[in-house]
């Protein structure tokens, strides 16, 4: 173990004044790099902005069929419709003449959450992984889903269903893919409790499936859904913008039920 | 996969927004315009005269104004936390937002998204008070250098975490922010939180491990009866003073004012 204290921030000595990417990066008066492609050279006109993005964040360029498949997943989450919290985030933005960079990007963060938007894939990941390992071990799908206190991935709030999954399910046949390990695996546990409790495989569970099967990390999945309600999120923006300020869902000071300590004074001796 | 048709669940919504936290009671003439506010039942201008900023962020997220001693801990806490300092990732942040001319609207929100992480950030904060809220009724003694669930034993690491809150900062002991628990040590309000992490880092024979800023302020807010949720904002909303101060101080200062890398300072390995 180092024992002299210069070891212990040695490594941050070399860092001070250098970067070291492992991305790219501008040589000015040449090209700006991109993974080893010149970016204004090799992708410009030629690559979509979403197959940049996958790129960018697995290292690997995506065949046709996948890199539609995302494009559409992205659609099935751009909803114009401000009762979504995230979408109410970026609509009050506009209602209080906030930009919509401001706007959006504070429903980007409100849609990283626990119980919906991007912030539960890394638990429907989780699950699901154990959920394959459980079943390659020949666990039955009862005593699958019995071990398990929550199942994230195959509820939603609001609604029961998720049209959205048989939307890509339908898409996904139509690029030609085939359900994996992962996609089997949440199908047969959305079958087994779609009988005994109403519920069944959501979107996030159902994208996490088909991209793991497609061998996207856990990190890469999580990563590629950063934006992915920002199209939702600016529409609602832009329904609001062009409002009367404070226009959106405007609250009379009685429309708050105040549910606290009645009327009191100061106490003196404070 | 099973068809389950998307329909809404029976789930009972509220139809107006409730607090115990601020009323506002509307003007007679206008029933959007409050005529008097209380928080927690105290009136608003009664406290703008007679408490201080302090007491009356304490009065909003403990809804009982500070005894003295409660007012002394957490006032010393706020200041403490008053300024991450310069080198701070958030701080700079703000200070790189602030020169290359970011509207000013963003500068503090994208500088807390900044201080929201997990090392030297908001959610460490949340982190280490979950850990002294589950731990404290343990023995510091239990928790060493050889709690493999616990510690980054790798050397190769230059940093050592013991839990959440305690570890190297940089690689050695932060004695900075071991000056500042001395001092909140000291005082009387100091609980049993502030003492056991004080012991847990006795019972280190590693002289490394000491209080991280978060795991200090955790401890402090624990004590002062705060949940793991209000001490992280409770970190945000202090730390905020410093970050925007310096971020102003850049404002208007050209964009050379901040370094830029040369490219040889800047090495793309891909």
């Given at each position: 173990?180092?024992?002299?204290?210069?070891?212990?921030?040695?490594?941050w000595?070399?860092?001070?004044?250098?970067?070291?990417?492992?991305?790219?990066?501008?040589?000015?008066?040449?090209?700006?790099?991109n993974?080893?492609?010149s970016?204004?050279?090799?992708?410009?006109?030629?690559?979509?902005?979403?197959?940049?993005?996958?790129?960018?964040?697995?290292?690997?360029?995506?065949?046709?069929?996948?890199?539609?498949?995302?494009?559409w997943?992205?659609?099935?989450?751009?909803?114009?419709?401000?009762?979504?919290?995230?979408?109410?985030?970026?609509?009050?933005?506009?209602?209080?003449?906030?930009?919509?960079?401001?706007s959006?990007?504070?429903?980007?963060?409100?849609?990283?959450?626990?119980?919906?938007?991007?912030?539960?894939?890394?638990?429907?990941?989780?699950?699901?992984?154990?959920?394959?390992?459980?079943?390659?071990?020949?666990?039955?799908?009862?005593?699958?889903?019995?071990?398990?206190?929550?199942?994230?991935?195959?509820?939603?709030?609001?609604?029961?269903?998720?049209?959205?999954?048989?939307?890509?399910?339908?898409?996904?046949?139509?690029?030609?893919?085939?359900?994996?390990?992962?996609e089997?695996?949440?199908?047969?546990?959305?079958?087994?409790?779609?009988?005994?409790?109403?519920?069944?495989?959501?979107?996030?569970?159902?994208?996490?499936?088909?991209?793991?099967?497609?061998?996207?990390?856990?990190?890469?999945?999580?990563?590629?859904?950063?934006?992915?309600?920002?199209?939702?999120?600016?529409?609602?923006?832009?329904?609001?913008?062009?409002?009367?300020?404070?226009?959106?869902?405007?609250?009379?000071?009685?429309?708050?039920?105040?549910?606290?300590?009645?009327?009191?004074?100061?106490?003196?001796?404070? | 996969?099973?068809?389950?048709?998307?329909?809404?669940?029976?789930?009972?919504?509220?139809?107006?927004?409730s607090?115990?936290?601020?009323?506002?009671?509307?003007?007679?003439?206008?029933?959007?315009?409050?005529?008097?506010?209380?928080?927690?039942?105290?009136?608003?201008?009664?406290?703008?005269?007679?408490?201080?900023?302090?007491?009356?962020?304490?009065?909003?997220?403990?809804?009982?104004?500070?005894?003295?001693?409660?007012?002394?801990?957490?006032?010393?806490?706020?200041?403490?936390?008053?300024?991450?300092?310069?080198?701070?990732?958030?701080?700079?942040?703000?200070m790189?937002?602030?020169?290359?001319?970011?509207?000013?609207?963003?500068?503090?929100?994208?500088?807390?998204?900044?201080?929201?992480?997990?090392?030297?950030?908001?959610?460490?904060?949340?982190l280490?008070?979950?850990?002294?809220?589950?731990?404290?009724?343990?023995?510091?003694?239990?928790?060493?250098?050889?709690?493999?669930?616990?510690?980054?034993t790798?050397?190769?690491?230059?940093e050592?975490?013991?839990?959440?809150?305690?570890?190297?900062?940089?690689?050695?002991?932060?004695?900075?922010?071991?000056?500042?628990?001395?001092?909140?040590?000291?005082?009387?309000?100091?609980?049993?939180?502030l003492?056991?992490?004080?012991?847990?880092?006795?019972?280190?024979?590693?002289?490394?491990?000491?209080?991280?800023?978060?795991?200090?302020?955790?401890?402090?807010?624990?004590?002062?009866?705060?949940?793991?949720?209000?001490?992280?904002?409770?970190?945000q909303?202090?730390?905020?003073?410093?970050?925007?101060?310096?971020?102003?101080?850049?404002?208007?200062?050209?964009?050379?004012?901040?370094?830029?890398?040369?490219?040889?300072?800047?090495?793309?390995?891909?």
């Amino acid at each position: 173990m180092p024992s002299k204290p210069e070891l212990h921030f040695a490594e941050w000595l070399a860092r001070r004044t250098q970067i070291t990417s492992h991305k790219g990066g501008w040589r000015i008066g040449d090209a700006v790099y991109n993974q080893g492609l010149s970016l204004l050279d090799d992708v410009v006109g030629s690559w979509s902005w979403v197959e940049l993005l996958l790129f960018n964040l697995t290292g690997r360029r995506p065949a046709p069929a996948l890199l539609k498949w995302v494009e559409w997943s992205f659609i099935c989450v751009s909803w114009p419709d401000a009762r979504i919290w995230c979408n109410q985030v970026a609509a009050l933005g506009a209602s209080s003449q906030a930009s919509g960079v401001a706007s959006t990007s504070a429903g980007i963060l409100a849609a990283e959450s626990k119980l919906y938007g991007p912030g539960v894939l890394p638990s429907c990941y989780t699950l699901l992984s154990q959920l394959v390992a459980q079943s390659r071990s020949g666990e039955s799908i009862a005593d699958m889903v019995a071990s398990k206190q929550k199942l994230p991935g195959f509820t939603r709030p609001i609604a029961l269903g998720d049209e959205r999954v048989k939307a890509m399910q339908a898409a996904s046949l139509e690029l030609g893919f085939k359900p994996g390990e992962f996609e089997r695996t949440a199908i047969a546990i959305s079958d087994y409790i779609s009988d005994s409790t109403g519920e069944s495989l959501n979107f996030g569970g159902y994208i996490v499936a088909f991209l793991a099967d497609q061998g996207f990390s856990c990190r890469e999945i999580t990563e590629l859904y950063t934006y992915s309600i920002a199209v939702g999120a600016l529409t609602c923006y832009t329904d609001v913008r062009n409002d009367i300020p404070g226009g959106f869902l405007p609250l009379r000071c009685e429309d708050i039920r105040y549910e606290g300590p009645a009327d009191r004074e100061l106490p003196k001796s404070q | 996969m099973k068809n389950v048709n998307e329909a809404r669940r029976d789930e009972h919504f509220a139809e107006q927004i409730s607090t115990a936290i601020w009323h506002e009671k509307p003007s007679d003439d206008n029933p959007f315009i409050s005529r008097e506010s209380r928080c927690h039942g105290y009136e608003h201008l009664a406290l703008m005269q007679q408490k201080s900023f302090a007491e009356v962020i304490f009065l909003l997220f403990r809804a009982e104004l500070p005894t003295q001693d409660e007012h002394t801990l957490f006032n010393e806490l706020l200041i403490a936390l008053i300024h991450p300092g310069p080198r701070h990732n958030a701080t700079r942040a703000a200070m790189n937002a602030a020169v290359s001319k970011t509207h000013s609207s963003h500068i503090l929100p994208l500088a807390l998204q900044v201080l929201g992480g997990q090392w030297q950030g908001s959610e460490e904060v949340f982190l280490a008070a979950k850990f002294l809220l589950k731990s404290q009724g343990q023995a510091p003694e239990d928790f060493t250098i050889d709690t493999p669930a616990e510690l980054t034993t790798d050397n190769t690491k230059p940093e050592l975490q013991l839990a959440p809150g305690f570890g190297s900062l940089y690689g050695t002991r932060d004695t900075y922010t071991h000056q500042l628990a001395d001092r909140l040590l000291a005082l009387p309000q100091a609980g049993k939180t502030l003492q056991w992490g004080q012991q847990l880092i006795t019972a280190q024979a590693n002289e490394r491990i000491g209080w991280r800023i978060s795991g200090l302020t955790a401890a402090c807010l624990i004590d002062l009866g705060f949940s793991p949720y209000q001490a992280e904002l409770i970190f945000q909303i202090a730390s905020a003073p410093g970050i925007a101060a310096q971020a102003a101080e850049k404002a208007d200062q050209p964009i050379t004012a901040m370094p830029f890398l040369n490219d040889k300072d800047y090495a793309i390995k891909t």
